[in-house]
Each structure stands twice: as C-alpha cells, then as structure tokens.
Nanobody, 119 residues
Framework: QVQLVESGGGLVQAGGSLRLSCAAS????????MGWFRQTPGKEREFVAA????????SYVDSVKGRFTISRDKAKNTAYLQMNSLKPEDTAVYYC????????????WGQGTQVTVSS
C-alpha cells in the first residue's frame, strides 16, 4: 500500500503563486509516475500534470502549460506542483495521484487540498 499526503493549498489572489507538495510513503519502490488531478463541484475530475518517476518526463493539460511546473524529489518520495500566474478558473480541489509499475491507471489518490484563487 501507498499513502499520499498533500499540502500547500490555500487562498491566493489572481496572478499569485502556490506550491503543492505530495509526500508518498509505504511501498513507494514501485512508483512509475506521480501527478495531479483537480475537481470543481459539478464537474468531472480533470488531469492537470504528471511526471514519470525514473526519467522525469512531464505532461500537462493545455490550460496550465507555461504556468504550472511539476517536479519530484526521489530521495524524499515527494512530488511538487508549482503554480504561477493563477487564475480564478484554477480554483478546485487538487488531488495527488500515484501510478505503480505495471498498471495503466493511477492506483492511489490523496485526500485532496483546496486551492482558491480570488479575482
């Protein structure tokens, strides 16, 4: 089993920045990738960004490209999401996810952290 603990959410004005952290513990040796999804009330969860654990390859949803940066610290088993130039439409609950080697889906989800961007 793997446990994911997110931190770093909060309230920020439009144009501001936040950094989310996601610390993984447990059976992390089989990590293939980590990432972030987000969800607002009444909408489906949306993929935001992901990073492969071994090579650090990144991917982003178009709406955050150039503003958000995902990174990882393998020694700390932690992934980060640096969010700059935040917009009100970025307001959501952000969920950290982890994909294990050999699966084609994100097996583990964090509890979520609220990000609110005021206009």
């Amino acid at each position: 089993q793997v446990q994911l603990v997110e931190s770093g959410g909060g309230l920020v004005q439009a144009g501001g920045s936040l950094r989310l952290s996601c610390a993984a513990s447990g059976r992390t040796f089989s990590t293939n990738a980590m990432g972030w999804f987000r969800q607002t009330p009444g909408k489906e969860r949306e993929f935001v960004a992901a990073i492969t654990w071994s090579f650090g390859r990144t991917s982003y949803v178009d709406s955050v490209k150039g503003r958000f940066t995902i990174s990882r610290d393998k020694a700390k088993n932690t992934a980060y999401l640096q969010m700059n130039s935040l917009k009100p439409e970025d307001t959501a609950v952000y969920y950290c996810v982890l994909q294990t080697i050999g699966t084609m889906k994100y097996d583990y989800w964090g509890q979520g952290t609220q990000v609110t961007v005021s206009s």
